[in-house]
Structures are given as C-alpha cells and as structure tokens.
C-alpha cells in the first residue's frame, strides 16, 4: 500500500507543478491574504474529485476488458509521461520557466470562486492530468492499493496547493530565479522518466 500511496503522491505532485493560470492565481491571493484558505482548499477539493472520477471511472469502464488493455494502457501511459518529462527537459534547456502572480482585479469571495471555478474546469489539460492520466496509471492497483493511490495524488493537491497559498511571500522571490526552476524542473523531468520507465515495464515493454 505505501508503494502505491507514493506513487499516487509524487504523480500527482509533478503533474501538478506545472506552471498555469490556477496555479498563478493561488499564489497571487497568497500574496494577497486575501481567501488564502478558501482557494486553497476549492483547488485541492477539485483536484480529489476529479482524480476520484477519473480512477472510479475508468475503472468501471474497462472492468471487463482490463486484461486485454492493461499493456496498451501502460504503454500509452509510459509515452505520456515520458512526453512530459521531454517537455521539462526543455524548459530547463531553455531556463525560460518564471512564476507570474495572475494580474486580476478580483476580490470578493463569490467573484474569487467563479473565477477558480472557470480557471479549474474550463481547463481541459486538468481532465487530460487527473481524469485520464491519473486514472489510467491507477489500473495496475487493486482494491486497497488503489484506494491508497488515490489519496496519495489527492494528498499531493492539499499539499501542494496550501504549501503554495501560505508561502507564497517567501516562495515568489525564490521561484522567480531562473536557476530555482532549473533544478525544479531536472527534478519533475527525473520522476516523470522514472514512473515511465515503471508503466514501459508493466506492458512488458522490457
């Protein structure tokens, strides 16, 4: 269980570092104090249920199938996150990855969660990450151990998004140094060819 706990947890955490508007904007009410507990919690709430739907979903969908797409489903898989860790690679290559606060103008605790409602899921890249990526690399668990998937990637969100929302004071500075997202960046593009490697393995690749 605890392997499969980690490997929800350091997925999750990776996908989710990516730099987006979402994630822009919860820096910028942590900047703010301004609903800093209220985004953050909205955002991780967000990410749990779609990661939920995506793991339960496909799931349900391939029951009856699953022995026949197990290996194009890990292969498939192991190419998506490979792809990621290529596209992080060149972000280190390149040293051009900054975080940039959201230059909004709004305030109001409704306004704050309509406009994190269009930011979360009007987004299609979440669904491609939580729903189907997540869900697809949950298939070689079973019972517990997927169980234990899911709150390791659900956990990555709450951690995440509250690390990112409270110190924001003290990380902006930090992460606004091309050198910091470098080494940010080595690091995802490290765990993202590694959990390839692991679904290249699982469809039987080598």
């Known amino acids: ?12 955490f990776s996908l989710i570092l990516a730099i987006g508007a979402q994630n822009s904007f919860v820096l910028r009410q942590g900047l703010m104090v301004r609903h800093v507990f209220t985004v953050a919690l909205f955002c991780s709430l967000s990410d ?31 190419i998506w996150l490979a792809g990621y860790g290529l596209l992080r690679v060149r972000d280190v290559i390149n040293g051009k990855t900054f975080l940039i606060a959201e230059n909004s103008s709004v305030n109001g605790l409704v306004s704050t969660l309509s406009f994190l409602v269009i930011l979360t899921f009007a987004n299609p890249h979440v669904y491609l990450d939580t729903v189907v990526l997540i869900g697809s690399v949950s298939q070689q668990f079973l019972g517990n151990n997927k169980l ?19 110190s924001a004071k003290f990380l902006s500075p930090i992460m606004q140094r091309p050198i910091a997202w470098r080494l940010l ?6 765990v993202m060819f590694t959990l ?11």
């Open 196 to 206: 390839a490697i692991k679904m290249a393995q699982a469809a039987g690749w080598f």
């Open 48 to 78: 749990a249920l779609l990661i939920s739907i995506g793991v339960a979903g496909i799931s349900i969908f391939l029951n009856n199938y699953i022995d026949l797409v197990s290996d194009w489903l890990f292969g498939i898989s192991a």
């Open 185 to 190: 960046d080595s690091f995802i593009a490290f």
């Open 148 to 166: 234990a998937y899911v709150l390791g990637a659900s956990l990555a969100s709450f951690v995440f998004f509250f690390s990112l929302a409270y």
């Open 1 to 12: 269980m605890l392997s499969a706990f980690l490997t929800g947890f350091i997925l999750g």
